[in-house]
């Protein structure tokens, strides 16, 4: 291809990603039993048009960490319409569902004496990568599919002052803040291999596909992270993950 079809075949991808990620709408639903507390609530992370500007620029962020370059690396069954619903919810932050993020507005609350949109945005990006992430037909680590998600809240600068440190955690599959930092040290080895790590989740999840992207076995890999901040530290997990 000469130098102006590969200008046109660049503008002619750009296009689809475009397309793909501006055809998705977001709405927010206050659900929440007391709905004043719930408006006050929406009105402290920012408000309706904030969070659905959130929604979008974390779409955006998710696919460019991810590198969904191509249409057909999107998944088919992300809703036309993304939702935020806040509501009364027990457990955790927030979690993903077919419909969208469900907010737990306790939780957002306890953030409105601080950084509370920080936290706010944060959560949504994790959340947005549960979205658009592939899980390896049910068959990935859940501690791989939430490290991924907060591997890209890390990226965008979010990371919380409470996370654990590079090469702390026990685990490379502990998941959050401990697998999202080894993920890290893992791109630092190869750039976009979060990327294809994340591909090859489209159909299926073995362990081998560190060594097939990064040429090692991922239990090495751990211990050569753990022996490069050579951290013997233990981390105290925190409750209430999303
Ligand atoms: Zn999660």
Redesign the pocket.
């Known amino acids: 291809m000469d130098r102006v079809g590969n200008v046109l075949a660049l503008i002619i991808l750009s296009l689809v990603i475009i397309q793909r990620s501006d055809a998705v709408q977001y709405k927010v639903v206050n659900n929440v039993t007391n709905v004043l507390y719930g408006d006050l609530i929406i009105l402290g992370v920012g408000g309706v048009e904030f969070s659905k500007k959130t929604m979008k620029s974390a779409t955006d962020f998710v696919l460019r960490t991810l590198r969904e370059t191509k249409s057909e690396d999107l998944r088919k069954d992300v809703p036309r319409v993304i939702g935020l619903f806040f509501q009364d919810m027990d457990g955790s932050a927030a979690t993903?569902l077919q419909d969208g993020i469900h907010m737990s507005v306790g939780y957002i609350a306890r953030y409105l004496s601080s950084d509370v949109r920080k936290e706010f945005v944060g959560v949504i990006l994790?959340?947005m990568t549960?979205v658009w992430q592939w899980f390896g037909d049910d068959r990935t680590p859940v501690g791989l599919?939430?490290g991924i998600?907060d591997y890209v809240r890390l990226r965008a600068g979010y990371a919380r002052i409470d996370w654990v440190k590079p090469g702390e955690g026990d685990r490379w599959d502990q998941g959050y803040d401990v697998t999202a930092r080894f993920l890290d040290y893992c791109e630092g080895l190869k750039d976009g291999f979060v990327s294809e790590m994340n591909k090859r989740l489209k159909t299926f999840y073995k362990d081998e596909y560190f060594i097939e992207i990064l040429g090692k076995d991922v239990h090495r890999l751990w211990r050569e992270y753990k022996a490069k901040y050579n951290s013997t530290r233990n981390h105290r997990r925190p409750s209430n993950r999303?």
């Open positions: 993903t994790h959340e549960h599919t939430e998600a999303p």
